[in-house]
């Protein structure tokens, strides 16, 4: 099923992320057009850079992935009328969304001294100044705890939309894991993509989840490569948008990016042939540690961003932008990655433990209550419906 290759690619795609936002942070375009002109080297660089780090898709790619091993982890519980897997599904994604966010919000707080005093430079670009309130009150921090306020660490409006889409999994799986609603359901929510609903909705993402559910559910025939179909489809979806950002809705471009990003998860999860680079450890481990890295990594690159601004001054960012981004991206990752460590170590893996001993409690306590009912009314062999088999 190469799960080991999906854990890499969420590696390769936190990273774009971050390299997203690294590059984002001071206005590269303004700076280098007031310096060196717009038919300069480091203009072309720039914009490369720019147009290749593509965020937005990588976050497709997540939500994508997330509908996928998320219908794995359920296809061998869900047999049977019992429903008691749906509560344990809930503690589990509850305990892995939550913890390592909090972590990252007490982050935040620490660095928020710092990280104001960059705010105010003129390197920064109108993204990065929007980024953060000018102040930050308990109640902005209570919300930001709970998900809801995205303003203490931008990342997390994905967050939100991985929980409310949590909170649909089981109904969304049920729907695609039953061949007679499979097609109906998947026609129905790519309608709900392309209807004309506000994209603050986020309706839209409910087609990447349920692409996702779909594909361990799928079946291939004939001698497809799909090694060669996926690996051909990455550079398609990181720069369509290139593309298409002229001439549709920003809405359309990311659904036609969700569509691509499950072929290329499809053919992920079909592939036989060997991809080296999402089979080394460098990808598998970033792949491991890669939602502390996301959750964490944001407030350290603006705190850093304010030390090179406190350090250098705007003036020599704005004299080097380029070295200071580049420089910017070295040392985000040098914190980000050795703090995220320990973040997946002490806080996710611990977080996890928990939340499947709590759910197995719970299934335990469901299956023996189902068999001791059974038994009471005479039954020899009772059936244990949260497995589908005979006990």
């Not at 290139?242 to 998860?265: H, Q, S, Y």
Request: glycine share 6%; net charge positive.
């Amino acid at each position: 099923m190469n799960v080991r290759s999906f854990t890499s690619l969420r590696g390769v795609a936190c990273l774009a992320v971050v390299g997203t936002h690294v590059w984002t942070i001071f206005d590269l375009h303004r700076l280098i057009l007031g310096r060196y002109g717009s038919s300069s080297l480091e203009e072309f660089i720039s914009t490369l850079v720019d147009r290749t780090l593509n965020g937005q898709a990588a976050v497709e790619i997540f939500f994508v992935l997330s509908g996928c091993v998320l219908a794995l982890s359920l296809q061998t519980v869900s047999d049977g009328p019992d429903r008691s897997w749906i509560k344990a599904f809930y503690i589990k994604r509850l305990f892995r969304i939550y913890p390592a966010l909090w972590v990252s919000i007490a982050l935040t707080l620490c660095l928020w001294p710092l990280i104001k005093t960059g705010l105010p430079s003129p390197a920064y670009s109108a993204w990065a100044l929007d980024a953060y309130p000018s102040q930050i009150d308990a109640r902005s921090v209570l919300l930001s705890l709970a998900a809801i306020y995205v303003h203490l660490n931008w990342p997390m409006w994905t967050l939100r939309v991985e929980l409310f889409y949590s909170v649909m999994f089981p109904a969304i799986f049920l729907m695609v894991a039953n061949e007679r609603t499979r097609a109906p359901f998947i026609i129905l929510i790519a309608l709900l993509a392309l209807a004309p609903i506000p994209r603050s909705f986020s309706l839209h993402y409910a087609l990447a989840f349920s692409l996702g559910a779909f594909i361990p559910s799928s079946r291939v025939s004939g001698n497809v490569n799909h090694r060669l179909i996926g690996l051909a489809l990455v550079p398609i979806l990181m720069y369509i948008r290139i593309a298409l950002e002229t001439r549709i809705g920003l809405k359309t471009i990311e659904t036609i990016e969700i569509l691509i990003a499950f072929l290329i998860v499809y053919c992920l999860f079909h592939n036989k042939k060997p991809i080296p680079l999402l089979e080394g450890r460098l990808f598998g481990y970033i792949g491991k540690i890669s939602y502390s890295i996301y959750v964490l990594h944001f407030p350290i690159v603006f705190g850093i961003a304010a030390a090179l601004v406190a350090m250098f001054g705007t003036a020599e960012i704005q004299h080097n932008p380029l070295l200071m981004a580049s420089l910017l991206g070295v040392l985000t990752l040098l914190v980000a990655v050795p703090l995220s460590m320990v973040s997946n170590r002490f806080v996710e893996d611990r977080g996890n433990a928990l939340a499947k001993h709590l759910a197995t409690q719970r299934l335990t306590r469901s299956r023996d209550g189902s068999v001791t009912q059974r038994t009471v009314h005479g039954s020899t062999t009772p059936h244990d419906p949260a497995r589908g088999d005979r006990v």
